[in-house]
């Protein structure tokens, strides 16, 4: 389920270029198309070419035996394709989880170092998370920021998934207490620009955002489907007025917290909304399948 790539084969005599929803310019390509002065051109509307993903974020659960029994299940069920589904298993279940799904679901890491590799006891670098089979990271969920990682750290952990090969899914959401004080759209303005300004435009390709407000994580509750519209609608013009705009509105932007096969549809269906990012709810296979056919 890798995205297309665009060689710098296929761009070598072309005049212009069109990118395809959901594909990629490798960076040779990119490089060949700057020296000829040629600027890569979006496919699709405005909003129609973002790519749909389902996440299932499987946090401190599963034994490698469990992931596989997961794995086989998922793999008979046959999911059709009408997003990317990309199971985050803990770490030690990362390779044989990649193995046994054999490309019926892409995998990433739950947590990313910030450093390349070196004297860093415990912590597990892209490198690493590519090794075992990560094509995804999730960088500054509401678990990891509560454990104490702040907005610089996400930063460098974003950058180090970027750089290491791995798509990034920055996680952004306001506790209950911001959400009261009416102060939602500033925190994520501030998450969101914290972790983002300067990236290129080849690095905000590849990134993903995921809204998770974090009263409604494992809390069995949900933001209405019109606050969820006017949070990822924001969200999204911080992305273009962050990023290079052209790219930016082509980044999936993902909601999370209490996703379930009951209220899947709904969410998904909310204007704006890419796909779901899905903990409790991606533990037993067929619930996840559920949320994964509701999009
Ligand atoms: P939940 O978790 O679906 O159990 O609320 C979502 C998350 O933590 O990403």
């Not at 796909?275 to 709810?281: D, K, S």
Request: one cysteine or more; proline letters at 6%.
């Amino acid at each position: 389920m890798t995205r297309p790539l665009i060689t710098a084969k296929d761009v070598a005599a072309a005049d212009r270029v069109v990118v395809p929803p959901g594909a990629i310019l490798t960076p040779l390509a990119r490089d060949l198309l700057r020296k000829r002065g040629i600027t890569p051109e979006l496919g699709g509307g405005a909003g129609s070419g973002v790519e749909r993903l389902v996440i299932a974020n499987w946090k401190s659960h599963k034994t490698i035996g469990e992931a596989l029994a997961f794995a086989a299940a998922f793999r008979g069920a046959q999911p059709r394709a009408g997003a990317t589904p990309v199971i985050c298993p803990p770490h030690t279940a990362l390779a044989a989880l990649h193995q046994a799904l054999d490309g019926a679901a892409e995998v990433g890491a739950q947590d990313i170092s910030a450093h390349p590799e070196g004297a860093h006891t415990g912590e597990v670098a892209a490198r690493h998370l590519v090794d075992a089979g990560c094509s995804f990271a999730l960088v500054g969920h509401s678990e990891r920021r509560h454990a104490g990682e702040d907005d610089a750290l996400c930063r460098r952990k974003l950058r180090a998934a970027l750089s290491g090969g791995l798509r990034p899914v920055l996680c952004v959401g306001e506790t209950a207490e911001e959400r009261r004080g009416g102060r939602t759209q500033r925190v994520l303005t501030d998450q969101l620009r914290a972790a983002l300004e300067g990236l290129e435009p080849a690095q905000v390709e590849r990134l993903v955002v995921a809204y998770e407000p974090r009263w409604a994580i494992g809390a069995g509750v949900t933001p209405g489907p019109a606050e969820i519209a006017e949070v990822l609608a924001h969200v999204r013009g911080v992305l273009e007025r962050t990023c290079a705009p052209a790219w930016a509105r082509r980044v999936p932007v993902l909601y999370g917290g209490s996703v379930s096969e009951r209220n899947a549809a709904e969410l998904l269906g909310v204007p704006g909304c890419a796909g779901a990012l899905v903990g409790g709810a991606s533990l037993a296979p067929e619930r996840f399948l559920a949320i994964l056919q509701a999009v």
